[in-house]
């Protein structure tokens, strides 16, 4: 059995955990930023790499305290070496260089969204590959085929907006506070989401990809147009995002070939109505639907010691001067797409 310590630092969590290959948690730490990049209404970059650096180290002294361990109980340092805000990526990765170095442990340099994409197994041991994964989070819109441990296969990504960016600026716009995506789900119960008349982008399209700006601005000339109720503008919003992505995965799920199991990952999962929706699809194709837990969903440090675990159990590791990457797609053979890749 191996312990890893995983470091995630790429957007606005600060986190520390020790997982083991035999998948138990034995400590976790989360600092969220949500306080510090709410008067901004969303995530400043330079803000959050400052304050990554200050809450870090005591985060990682914690998480070793918390599981009665020190440096050299653990096997290997899995810290996330992007895509992200290359600021916080930095503080991270160039803390967890500097702990393989001092200890001698290995370093694991992990892929953000490998993360979230291999946290599904963390959470149940069944989950075998190949397997279809939404992955729908504030900077993440994509849907991957997942076959293995470094193998996938991109089926679709935005265009422009992530799923939860569209949540959470329809939030704004109905000056709902950040982050949205819950505030949005929370409004929508009281509302009638066929109120407001709004456009399905790429709905049925021959494209793969997925396309929120102009739903996004359709809620804004809705509210503009002073017609609606705020709870049927939240409700018409959120009933035409789920109509967009069971779409758009019905479609990859037509060319992906076998797969296991349908599971959800990212922020976004934590939407009900989404989850049921995609309860209801993975029924139709007779396919399990599984998500991990919410804690797991969103951005962890679990899942980027357990990502660690999973390569370290294959023999990998990394040298310890490699460079952080802004940008970091899960599968390099993926065509771009016109107007992509605005966030990781
Ligand atoms: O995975 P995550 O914590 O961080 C990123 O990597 O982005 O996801 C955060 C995103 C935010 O955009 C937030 O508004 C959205 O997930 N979100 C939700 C809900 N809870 C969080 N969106 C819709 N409904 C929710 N209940
Ligand atoms: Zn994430």
Redesign the pocket.
């Known amino acids: 059995m191996a312990t890893i310590l995983g470091i995630e630092s790429s957007?606005d969590?600060t986190a520390a955990a020790l997982v083991t290959s035999e998948r138990a948690i034995l400590a976790q730490h989360i600092a969220s930023q949500d306080e510090v990049h709410r008067p901004y209404g969303g995530v400043v970059p330079e803000i959050a790499a400052r304050a990554h650096a200050e809450r870090l180290a005591p985060l990682i002294e914690a998480t070793l305290a918390n599981a009665g361990c020190t440096l050299a109980d653990v096997d290997a340092i899995a810290a996330t070496a992007g895509p992200g805000l290359i600021g916080g990526v930095m503080v991270g990765l160039v803390t967890g260089k500097a702990l393989a170095m001092a200890s001698g442990k290995p370093l694991i340099a992990i892929n953000h969204l490998e993360g979230h994409a291999l946290s599904p197994r963390l959470a149940d041991a069944t989950l075998v590959f190949p397997y279809a994964l939404l992955l729908v989070?504030?900077?993440?819109c994509q849907i991957l085929r997942v076959d293995g441990v470094g193998r996938y296969r991109r089926m679709a990504t935005t265009i422009d907006d992530a799923l939860?960016?569209a949540?959470?600026k329809t939030a704004k716009i109905l000056g709902l506070g950040y982050?949205?995506?819950?505030k949005?789900?929370k409004l929508a119960q009281a509302g009638d989401a066929r109120a407001v008349p709004l456009p399905r982008p790429l709905l049925g399209s021959h494209e793969p990809h997925f396309s929120f700006a102009g739903l996004k601005s359709a809620v804004l000339r809705a509210k503009e147009s002073g017609q609606y109720r705020e709870e049927d503008l939240a409700a018409s919003f959120q009933q035409a995002a789920i109509d967009c992505v069971i779409d758009r995965l019905q479609r990859a799920l037509a060319g992906m070939g076998d797969v296991t199991a349908l599971v959800v990952a990212?922020?976004?999962a934590?939407?009900r109505p989404m989850r049921e929706a995609l309860e209801r699809l993975a029924q139709t194709h007779g396919l399990p639907f599984t998500a991990p837990p919410l804690p797991l969903?969103?951005?962890n440090a679990a899942m980027i010691a357990w990502a660690g675990a999973e390569r370290y159990t294959q023999g990998q590791s990394d040298p310890l001067d490699f460079a952080a990457r802004p940008r970091w797609p899960l599968d390099p053979d993926a065509e771009p797409v016109r107007g992509a890749g605005v966030k990781a």
């Not at 982050?179 to 819950?182: A, F, L």
């Open positions: 957007c969590e989070s504030g900077g993440h939860g960016e949540f959470d982050p949205g995506g819950p949005v789900e990212g922020g976004v934590a939407n969903c969103t951005d």
